[in-house]
């Protein structure tokens, strides 16, 4: 194996947060050189609290964390907190005790824009909450894009169903604005929509073999994933958890997991369908010019080996 690919998690931790976070601190393909963090699970003051302690957790107080933004790109404040899904705390409401770190001076965009340009081409952001801290970045420095190696997202909901509402999905729905604006800023993207983590389930069985083992990531998670149980129970009707963001961060680890498409998505900034993604194929050619004309591509996850996966998850933090 070569040099481990250099990664930034920008994460609003939450539950499955946790799990991808852990995952890539157990993941010799990745080197985790940062957490970012924002608001969506918890609001942006909590994620900081909540990334610092995962670190503490995993005794990797070396990596910095880098607190985003409190707003959306517009300035808008209200925002939507999923802390019905996550615990009012982020983390299955366990109480833990605050952290003894503090995040870095820098601001989670400025975060970024160095570490671009330190190693160019060369470091992967994982993007698992809203998008605002990378459209920041890119507002910061318009060419992180063409800096950044690649930046793969959690987010979107392609050809199916939302799951804040039946168009859109969480992440996106977060801050469309920035969503539109990352989407068509050039970089190398790849977005992992709910249509693929929606085949990724931790069914019950899987929890109690983490239960089971020694792992001290898979006993810590076992800890806070009964809210997240419960929310899956009343919302889906299913005795297991999507693993949203520990799928979209082996996209990093292991991208042979994935098939992916190529096309150029935008998203809805308005309307009852505020944060749909739209994803054109480029294979028919409009009479009209349209708002996807011109767009730079990006690809898409289409499809996913889920129970290599799960295998693969299960494998490392069992290991922990
Ligand atoms: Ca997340």
């Given at each position: 194996?070569?040099?481990?690919?250099?990664?930034?998690?920008?994460?609003?931790?939450?539950?499955?947060?946790a799990?991808?976070?852990?995952?890539?601190?157990?993941?010799?393909?990745?080197?985790?050189?940062?957490?970012?963090?924002?608001?969506?699970?918890?609001?942006?003051?909590?994620?900081?609290?909540?990334?610092?302690?995962?670190?503490?957790?995993?005794?990797?107080?070396?990596?910095?964390?880098?607190?985003?933004?409190?707003?959306?790109?517009?300035k808008?404040?209200?925002?939507?907190?999923?802390?019905?899904?996550?615990?009012?705390?982020?983390?299955?409401?366990?109480?833990?005790?605050?952290?003894?770190?503090?995040?870095?001076e820098?601001?989670?965009?400025?975060?970024?824009?160095?570490?671009?340009?330190?190693?160019?081409?060369?470091?992967?952001v994982?993007?698992?909450?809203?998008?605002?801290?990378?459209?920041?970045?890119?507002?910061?420095?318009?060419?992180?894009?063409?800096?950044?190696?690649?930046?793969?997202?959690?987010?979107?909901?392609?050809?199916?169903?939302?799951?804040?509402?039946?168009s859109?999905?969480?992440?996106?729905?977060?801050?469309?604005?920035?969503?539109?604006?990352?989407?068509?800023?050039?970089?190398?993207?790849?977005?992992?929509?709910i249509?693929?983590?929606?085949?990724?389930?931790?069914?019950?069985?899987?929890?109690?073999?983490?239960a089971?083992?020694?792992?001290?990531?898979?006993q810590?998670?076992?800890?806070?994933?009964?809210?997240?149980?419960?929310?899956?129970?009343?919302?889906?009707?299913?005795?297991?958890?999507?693993?949203?963001?520990?799928?979209?961060?082996i996209?990093a680890?292991?991208?042979?997991?994935?098939?992916?498409?190529?096309?150029v998505?935008?998203?809805?900034?308005?309307?009852?369908t505020?944060?749909?993604?739209?994803?054109?194929?480029?294979?028919?050619?409009?009479?009209?010019?349209?708002?996807?004309?011109?767009?730079?591509?990006?690809?898409?996850?289409?499809?996913?080996?889920?129970?290599?996966?799960?295998?693969l998850?299960?494998?490392?933090l069992?290991?922990?």
């Open positions: 194996m070569g040099e481990p690919k250099k990664i930034i998690i920008d994460t609003d931790p939450g539950i499955d947060d799990m991808a976070i852990f995952l890539a601190l157990q993941s010799p393909e990745v080197e985790v050189i940062g957490l970012t963090t924002i608001y969506g699970n918890v609001y942006t003051t909590l994620a900081t609290r909540n990334a610092l302690h995962l670190l503490e957790v995993a005794g990797r107080t070396d990596i910095p964390v880098a607190e985003g933004s409190h707003v959306t790109l517009m808008g404040t209200k925002l939507r907190i999923a802390d019905f899904v996550h615990g009012t705390d982020g983390l299955g409401n366990q109480n833990f005790p605050p952290p003894k770190g503090k995040s870095i820098e601001s989670a965009a400025a975060f970024l824009v160095r570490h671009a340009n330190s190693y160019p081409g060369k470091v992967t994982v993007a698992l909450g809203p998008l605002t801290n990378i459209a920041l970045a890119i507002q910061l420095d318009p060419k992180f894009p063409k800096k950044i190696g690649q930046i793969i997202i959690l987010g979107g909901a392609f050809a199916v169903n939302g799951n804040v509402n039946p859109t999905e969480a992440n996106i729905f977060g801050d469309p604005d920035a969503a539109d604006f990352v989407f068509t800023s050039g970089a190398d993207i790849l977005a992992v929509g249509n693929v983590t929606h085949q990724v389930v931790l069914t019950d069985a899987d929890r109690y073999k983490l089971q083992s020694k792992g001290k990531f898979a810590y998670l076992c800890k806070i994933l009964d809210v997240y149980f419960s929310y899956h129970h009343d919302a889906y009707n299913i005795k297991g958890v999507y693993l949203h963001d520990p799928t979209t961060l996209a680890v292991n991208p042979s997991l994935l098939t992916y498409t190529t096309g998505v935008r998203v809805q900034t308005s309307g009852i505020r944060g749909l993604t739209i994803f054109y194929n480029t294979k028919k050619r409009f009479a009209e010019v349209t708002e996807w004309c011109d767009k730079p591509t990006v690809k898409v996850a289409v499809t996913v080996d889920a129970p290599a996966v799960v295998d998850i299960m494998e490392r069992i290991n922990s």
